[in-house]
Each structure stands twice: as structure tokens, then as C-alpha cells.
């Protein structure tokens, strides 16, 4: 490691100590960037203008200042205490929006406990995460009204819901209308949320890791976590003032919540909201983005399209290369033209991109080494949910393209069992790392040693310089190029429902492109087999199609990035260990 000064940031002691010194510094700067008219008052909430979805494609970015951010925060949370709802668990379900945000904090910041669901998740998995949770209050977007609908009748703790849109449904309450009711108690002098103890250490976020309902955990975080964990981050990036953030992955990950909504309010920059993926370039350029988190395949679109268009005829692909060539010659004597021979790229970008930061999953080095070559200067780091969520990153003066990053200030990763390459599993112990699992005193026990150190289930190796090299997964994780995480038991459990199928094994595996394709190997039931089609063998087609049909319907309950897209029939069953239990060695 480079003997390199880490940058100075300022100690905050919880996230509502935070958020008031970022009002005393940065009060009347823009924290957000928003299309919705009703968060910076330009409409009222319950006008027509306000009804429905509030993002508009063709509507200006309008700012939140810090100070009426945290007045809404406030005021929301007021209106909490004055429905009793103190030690209440709040879930979200939403998209990223405004309301999300306010939602976040006024529930941390003194209220309770807050539940960030993944908006993407089937009804059914939404409704057992809301009874596993104990969830009291549910804040809702129209997007999920369906879903909501759906499962009202299974909802057994639920006691509120909060629509952010309108027109609510009969029964629901509005958001808007339980802002402006906090703010009318703020106003007659109500400091019952403003003055409310935190404790830093107790449990404040509930974080659901993906998965089944019943093999996902649920991570317990409180306050010291994040703020550590921010205070650290900062450490090692250079985060201005004047920095813009644009906010595209999804807020119930902890990636994107702790770095790209609390470390920019933590720093003082700006977020703009995102309108959607497919609007991804003109919303960079009409934020004037400077820094945008991504998962690697983002980048790698990034890249790829930048490549296509640069070379898409033979005098663009040589004036491309010459410039490229240019610009490491006058690297290495120190001038840096990149910005100027790149400048289509940059201006197609907003013209003010300066960081691209990967995360979620690992990301081929010559994607990153390629964007920093036209001035996008780029670096990943490593982290899990478990983590609040970094352990380790790369700065922008010291990294290496091949690694997940350095240890952050404070956080020790060692690696336990070496094998004879020095290969063996990352672990890491530090005061950003969980409580622990929620009513899961065996995974805890599992995933934290007698020394406090987490247990990744990631296998790398630490090189002579203290970067962090993962070469792969420890278990059987499939990991989603989008970086999320397949359980192949969970797909294996809902394969096995059905009496034709009597064994399986589900797998991941890269194509040509470096996507991950989930695959099952399955043994049909010869029985079952036999009493429907008859005396066939067991890879017949009638007994394909069925097979075929029943991975449909298994697909059609689960999110998109978990669908099996490939199956092969098999006329043995797996292998096993003494206990019965297949070999997961076996590969097709």
C-alpha cells in the first residue's frame, strides 16, 4: 500500500447528527434533484398536477435544499410520534423517489426500525418479508398497489399503510398528508422526534439479503455501521461539495443507500434521482453528473457502446486509436488531454462525469482500464450487506484494476485456510460489520467467529501491496451479472414440487458474453414418468415438454435474473455423499 494520506472527514455519531451538520454546512444547496413539483413545494400534494406518478420525461431537475430535506424528515418523523409509533418497524416499498429518502430517515433518526424491500420481488415473497420482519407500517408507491392489494389479508402485523401517490386507496393514508400534519405539529413547537435518543448501537436498519423467503436473512444494522462505514469511504475517495451523484440502482440495496444516498447528504453533494434505466445518458446530462455508482455489467454497456460508435467505420476507428495513443504518451509525461480528444464521450455523458465506482459484483479490469483511458476514471470496491456494506475499495490515487480494493480505514480482512497459491476465504472484522442475522442465532454464530471476524464465503487472496484479490465463491452462490445472488436451492425447492421431477441441481455458468445463465440438471421421476407417458425413456420429448413446462411455471414466480434458461434431462440420479445429499461437484 502506498503511504498516501487519507482525506480528512468530519466524526458524526449517528445519522441524525449527520444530516444537521450537513444543514449547518451546506443549509440552502441542493440535496436532490427531483422531477416531483410537491418536494420543494412548487405544488400541493393533493393537487391535480401532483396526482400519480410525479417523475415527468420532459420536466426540468428541480432542487431540495438541505434544509428542506431535513424539515421534511422532521416533520414526517413528528408525525410518527404522534401516531405512537415509536419502536415501530416501517418497510418501504418503492421505487427511488423522493419520498423514499425522507421516508429512510424520519423512521432511523428516532422513530424505529426501517425495512427496505426490493420492489421487484413477487407478491408472495413481499408479503412473508413483511410478516418475518413484524413490520408495523408499510410506505407504499403506486407502482406496488397491485402487489399491496394482493396481499392485505396476508399481512399479519401491518397496521398502517402509506400511500406516496394519489389518489390513495379508501382506507390508506397519504404521505403528503402525513408530511403536512407533522409540519403543522412542528410549528406548535412538537420536539417529541427532534429530541428522540438514538443509540448508535442498537438496531435501526432490517436488510434482507437475496434469496427465498426462507433461505434469505435478514441483516441487523444500526447507526454506528453506517456511520463508520461512511466516515471510512470517505477516507479513501475524494467527495466534494460540488459532486452530483446520479442515483440508478435500486435504495433497498445497501450499495446504493449507504454509498449513493447517505455518503453524498454525508459530504455535502447532490443526488439527482434517476427516471429509469432507459433514460440513463439524458439524465446524466441534465443532472451534469459527476459521480454514478453501477453494477460492472453497466459499465461494460457503457464501454461497449462508446467502442461500437468510436469504430464504426474504418477513419473513426483510426482517429479513435491515434487518439488513444496520443493520450498515453502525454500521460506518461504528465498532461492529461483526455477530456479534449474524448470529448463526444464526455459531452454524451453530461460533460462533467468525472468517477465511475463498481460494485456488486466483479468487473473484467480491462472494462475499467479502458473507460480511465478516455478520462472516466473508474474504481470498484467490495463489499456485502453484512458489511453496512464496504470492506474493502479502491482509491482514486492508489488502485489496481484487478482488485476488489483496499481494506478500509479500520477494517482488518485476513485470510482463513490458505491453500498452497495462498487462496482461502476473505474475512474481515471491523465496527462497520453487522449485529448480526435477525432470529437466526445459528447463521450469526456461522458467518461471525469467536474473534469477530465475518465470513465472506468469498475466496482470494491478499498480494504483497494489502489489495483484496477474489478469485471466487467459497459456496455455491450463483452470482447475477447484475451482482445480485441466486440460491440454487431456492430454484431447487420449486422445481421438486412437482412429482416428475425427482432430483435436480441448479447451477450457474458464463456464456460467450460473460452473462450468467442459470441451468438445472434434472432426474425425472421414472415412476411418475412411466404413469403418464408410459414405458419411454426419460429424456423423450413428451417428457421434455412437460419438464419445460413446469420450469416456466417456476419462472413466472420468480424475479427475472433467476429464471432457469437452460436444462438438461439426466437418466441417473446425482451422485451423493453418505448423508444423502448430492454431490455439488457434478457439472454438466
Not at 215 to 237: D, E, F, G, P
Not at 471 to 481: E, H, Q, S
Request: aromatic share 8%; with cysteine.
Amino acid at each position: 500500500m502506498k503511504n498516501i494520506p487519507l482525506y480528512e472527514v468530519r466524526p458524526i455519531h449517528d445519522l441524525r447528527d449527520m444530516i444537521q451538520q450537513s444543514v449547518n454546512l451546506y443549509g440552502d444547496k441542493p440535496v436532490f434533484l427531483v422531477k416531483d413539483p410537491r418536494a420543494i413545494g412548487q405544488v400541493p400534494a393533493s393537487s391535480t398536477e401532483s396526482t400519480g406518478k410525479p417523475e415527468t420525461r420532459s420536466a426540468p431537475y428541480l432542487p431540495v435544499t438541505y434544509r428542506k430535506f431535513a424539515r421534511d424528515v422532521d416533520a414526517l418523523g413528528t408525525w410518527f410520534f404522534a401516531q405512537s409509533l415509536q419502536g415501530s418497524r416501517i418497510a418501504i416499498l418503492a421505487e427511488t423517489r423522493y419520498e423514499w429518502y425522507v421516508t429512510y430517515l424520519a423512521t432511523v433518526n428516532g422513530t424505529g426500525i426501517v425495512v427496505p424491500l426490493d420492489k421487484e420481488l413477487p407478491q408472495a415473497e413481499i408479503a412473508n418479508l413483511l410478516n418475518r420482519s413484524q413490520a408495523d407500517v408499510l410506505v407504499y408507491a403506486s407502482s406496488k398497489q397491485k402487489e399491496v392489494d394482493a396481499i392485505r389479508s396476508d399481512l399479519t402485523t401491518v397496521k398502517k399503510y402509506i400511500a406516496m401517490d394519489l389518489p390513495p386507496v379508501t382506507g390508506d393514508l397519504s404521505f403528503w398528508d402525513c408530511l403536512t400534519e407533522g409540519e403543522a405539529l412542528l410549528a406548535q413547537g412538537s420536539t417529541d422526534f427532534t429530541t428522540a435518543s438514538i443509540d448508535p448501537e442498537t438496531l435501526s436498519i432490517l436488510l434482507f439479503t437475496s434469496g427465498t423467503t426462507a433461505m434469505s436473512k435478514a441483516v441487523m444494522l444500526n447507526h454506528r455501521n453506517l456511520c463508520i462505514n461512511l466516515q471510512a469511504m470517505c477516507q479513501m475517495l475524494y467527495i466534494a461539495p460540488d459532486d452530483i451523484f446520479l442515483s440508478v440502482l435500486p435504495l433497498h440495496h445497501t450499495y446504493e443507500c449507504t454509498c449513493g444516498f447517505l455518503c453524498p447528504v454525508y459530504r455535502g453533494a447532490t443526488v439527482a434521482v434517476c427516471e429509469g434505466l432507459r433514460h440513463i445518458t439524458r439524465n446524466m446530462q441534465e443532472s451534469k453528473v459527476t459521480i454514478m455508482l453501477a453494477v460492472p455489467l453497466m459499465l461494460e454497456l457503457f464501454y461497449k457502446r462508446i467502442l461500437k460508435s468510436a469504430t464504426s467505420d474504418p477513419k473513426l476507428a483510426k482517429k479513435f486509436r491515434l487518439g488513444l495513443k496520443i493520450s498515453g504518451l502525454l500521460r506518461k509525461v504528465g498532461i492529461d488531454k483526455r477530456k479534449k480528444l474524448f470529448a463526444k464521450v464526455h459531452d454524451n455523458f453530461g460533460g462533467h462525469l468525472r468517477l465511475l465506482i463498481a460494485g456488486g459484483a466483479a468487473i473484467d479490469p480491462a472494462i475499467i482500464a479502458g473507460l480511465r483511458d478516455l478520462g472516466l476514471e473508474s474504481v470498484q470496491g467490495y463489499g456485502l450487506t453484512e458489511c453496512a456494506p464496504i470492506l474493502a475499495l479502491n482509491r482514486d490515487i492508489d488502485y489496481k484494476d484487478n482488485a476488489a480494493g483496499l481494506p478500509l480505514p479500520g477494517v482488518e480482512i485476513k485470510i482463513v485456510d490458505p491453500d498452497e497459491n495462498g487462496i482461502g476465504e476473505i474475512v474481515g472484522r471491523g465496527p462497520n460489520v453487522m449485529m448480526g442475522y435477525y432470529e437466526n442465532e445459528e447463521a450469526t454464530n456461522e458467518a461471525i467467529d469467536s474473534e469477530g471476524f465475518f465470513h465472506t464465503g468469498d475466496l482470494g487472496y491478499l498480494d504483497k501491496d494489502d489489495f483484496v484479490i477474489i478469485t471466487g465463491r467459497k459456496k455455491n452462490v450463483i452470482i447475477a451479472k447484475n451482482g445480485k445472488n441466486i440460491f440454487p436451492e431456492e430454484i431447487e425447492f420449486k422445481l421438486l414440487q412437482n412429482d416428475l421431477i425427482a432430483e435436480c441441481l441448479v447451477s450457474g455458468r458464463q456464456d460467450e458474453e460473460g452473462d450468467t445463465i442459470v441451468r438445472a440438471d434434472i432426474f425425472p421421476n421414472e415412476e411418475k414418468v412411466r404413469e403418464v407417458f408410459g414405458d419411454v425413456p426419460l429424456d423423450s420429448k413428451d417428457v421434455r415438454e412437460a419438464i419445460d413446462q413446469i420450469i416456466r411455471s417456476v419462472n413466472h414466480g420468480m424475479v427475472t435474473y433467476k429464471y432457469i434458461r437452460e436444462f438438461d434431462l439426466r437418466p441417473t440420479e446425482f451422485e451423493k455423499t453418505s448423508s444423502k445429499k448430492i454431490k455439488r461437484t457434478y457439472s454438466k
